[in-house]
Protein backbone atom coordinates (compact mmCIF):
# COMPACT_ATOMS: atom_id res chain seq x y z
CA UNK A 1 0.00 0.00 0.00
CA UNK A 2 1.68 3.37 -1.12
CA UNK A 3 1.15 6.47 0.81
CA UNK A 4 -1.66 9.14 -0.60
CA UNK A 5 -3.49 6.19 -2.08
CA UNK A 6 -7.25 5.94 -0.50
CA UNK A 7 -8.31 2.54 0.75
CA UNK A 8 -11.34 1.93 2.50
CA UNK A 9 -11.71 -0.21 5.96
CA UNK A 10 -14.51 -2.29 3.72
CA UNK A 11 -11.51 -2.70 1.18
CA UNK A 12 -8.67 -3.18 3.32
CA UNK A 13 -11.10 -6.56 5.02
CA UNK A 14 -11.92 -7.39 0.98
CA UNK A 15 -8.22 -7.66 0.59
CA UNK A 16 -7.47 -9.55 4.19
CA UNK A 17 -10.10 -12.08 3.46
CA UNK A 18 -8.82 -12.82 0.02
CA UNK A 19 -5.48 -13.02 1.26
CA UNK A 20 -6.34 -16.13 3.77
CA UNK A 21 -8.22 -17.84 0.93
CA UNK A 22 -4.67 -17.34 -1.03
CA UNK A 23 -1.89 -17.76 1.04
CA UNK A 24 -3.41 -19.80 4.01
CA UNK A 25 -0.49 -20.82 6.26
CA UNK A 26 2.15 -18.69 8.77
CA UNK A 27 2.72 -15.28 9.15
CA UNK A 28 6.52 -14.03 8.94
CA UNK A 29 7.66 -13.67 12.08
CA UNK A 30 11.19 -14.53 13.08
CA UNK A 31 11.15 -17.56 16.21
CA UNK A 32 14.30 -15.05 17.81
CA UNK A 33 11.50 -11.54 17.53
CA UNK A 34 9.06 -14.45 18.76
CA UNK A 35 10.53 -15.25 22.31
CA UNK A 36 12.59 -12.06 22.50
CA UNK A 37 11.21 -9.67 25.59
CA UNK A 38 10.41 -6.55 23.67
CA UNK A 39 8.02 -9.12 22.02
CA UNK A 40 6.16 -10.34 24.93
CA UNK A 41 6.07 -6.49 26.22
CA UNK A 42 4.04 -5.37 23.52
CA UNK A 43 0.42 -5.67 23.65
CA UNK A 44 -1.83 -7.74 21.95
CA UNK A 45 -2.96 -5.43 19.33
CA UNK A 46 0.92 -3.87 18.85
CA UNK A 47 1.77 -7.65 17.94
CA UNK A 48 -0.93 -7.92 15.41
CA UNK A 49 0.12 -4.85 14.10
CA UNK A 50 3.67 -5.70 13.89
CA UNK A 51 2.63 -9.02 11.75
CA UNK A 52 1.02 -6.85 9.48
CA UNK A 53 4.28 -4.92 9.00
CA UNK A 54 6.17 -7.71 8.77
CA UNK A 55 3.80 -9.58 6.29
CA UNK A 56 4.83 -6.30 3.55
CA UNK A 57 8.64 -6.97 4.02
CA UNK A 58 10.26 -9.16 1.14
CA UNK A 59 13.19 -11.14 1.82
CA UNK A 60 16.36 -12.26 -0.20
CA UNK A 61 16.62 -15.42 -1.76
CA UNK A 62 19.45 -17.82 -0.89
CA UNK A 63 20.35 -21.43 -1.45
CA UNK A 64 22.17 -22.41 1.89
CA UNK A 65 20.29 -23.70 4.41
CA UNK A 66 20.17 -22.30 7.73
CA UNK A 67 21.82 -18.74 6.29
CA UNK A 68 20.17 -15.84 7.80
CA UNK A 69 17.93 -14.17 4.47
CA UNK A 70 18.30 -10.41 4.76
CA UNK A 71 15.69 -7.87 4.33
CA UNK A 72 15.28 -6.81 0.59
CA UNK A 73 12.45 -4.31 1.00
CA UNK A 74 12.20 -3.15 4.58
CA UNK A 75 9.61 -0.39 4.28
CA UNK A 76 6.43 -0.61 5.45
CA UNK A 77 3.24 1.23 6.01
CA UNK A 78 0.65 1.41 9.01
CA UNK A 79 -2.50 3.08 7.49
CA UNK A 80 -5.51 3.80 10.51
CA UNK A 81 -7.78 1.92 7.96
CA UNK A 82 -5.87 -1.73 7.52
CA UNK A 83 -5.52 -1.39 11.03
CA UNK A 84 -9.38 -0.66 11.69
CA UNK A 85 -10.08 -3.52 9.42
CA UNK A 86 -7.82 -5.67 11.83
CA UNK A 87 -9.90 -4.76 14.79
CA UNK A 88 -7.69 -1.79 16.35
CA UNK A 89 -11.18 0.51 16.19
CA UNK A 90 -9.37 3.13 18.72
CA UNK A 91 -7.42 6.04 17.77
CA UNK A 92 -5.17 6.19 20.73
CA UNK A 93 -4.33 2.58 20.68
CA UNK A 94 -3.71 2.92 16.96
CA UNK A 95 -1.02 6.06 18.15
CA UNK A 96 -0.18 4.06 21.14
CA UNK A 97 0.98 0.80 19.31
CA UNK A 98 2.62 2.63 16.56
CA UNK A 99 4.34 4.56 19.45
CA UNK A 100 5.34 1.51 21.34
CA UNK A 101 6.61 -0.69 17.96
CA UNK A 102 8.98 2.61 17.31
CA UNK A 103 10.57 2.85 21.04
CA UNK A 104 10.89 -1.00 21.71
CA UNK A 105 13.05 -1.14 18.50
CA UNK A 106 10.88 -2.88 15.89
CA UNK A 107 10.00 -0.09 13.62
CA UNK A 108 11.90 3.22 12.63
CA UNK A 109 10.20 6.45 11.38
CA UNK A 110 11.23 7.19 7.94
CA UNK A 111 7.94 9.86 7.85
CA UNK A 112 5.64 10.55 10.79
CA UNK A 113 2.03 9.95 9.18
CA UNK A 114 -1.40 11.98 10.29
CA UNK A 115 -4.85 10.74 10.28
CA UNK A 116 -5.43 10.98 6.47
CA UNK A 117 -2.04 9.99 5.39
CA UNK A 118 0.07 6.85 7.13
CA UNK A 119 3.81 6.81 8.38
CA UNK A 120 6.32 5.56 6.39
CA UNK A 121 8.33 3.28 9.02
CA UNK A 122 11.40 0.83 7.84
CA UNK A 123 12.04 -2.42 10.07
CA UNK A 124 14.56 -2.52 12.79
CA UNK A 125 16.92 -4.80 14.43
CA UNK A 126 17.07 -2.48 17.77
CA UNK A 127 14.31 -5.07 19.68
CA UNK A 128 17.48 -6.82 20.38
CA UNK A 129 18.70 -4.67 22.91
CA UNK A 130 15.29 -4.01 24.86
CA UNK A 131 15.39 -3.55 27.71
CA UNK A 132 19.36 -3.25 28.52
CA UNK A 133 21.37 -1.36 25.58
CA UNK A 134 20.56 0.93 23.12
CA UNK A 135 16.92 0.51 21.88
CA UNK A 136 15.81 3.33 21.77
CA UNK A 137 15.09 5.54 19.11
CA UNK A 138 17.97 8.28 18.08
CA UNK A 139 16.87 11.35 16.13
CA UNK A 140 13.62 10.26 14.94
CA UNK A 141 10.33 12.12 14.07
CA UNK A 142 7.61 10.91 15.87
CA UNK A 143 5.23 8.39 14.65
Not at 31 to 60: K, N
Not at 70 to 93: C, F
Not at 108 to 136: A, H, Q, T
Amino acid sequence: MQPGTETTVEEWEERFRKDVKRRPGWSVLPIEMLFSEAYRSLTGSAQLALQFALSQVSWEKTRRPGKRKHLKNDTVYLPTNALIALGIRSGSTRSALRRALVEKGFLDVKKSGSYLNCGVFKISGRWRYYPNGEYMPQDQPPP
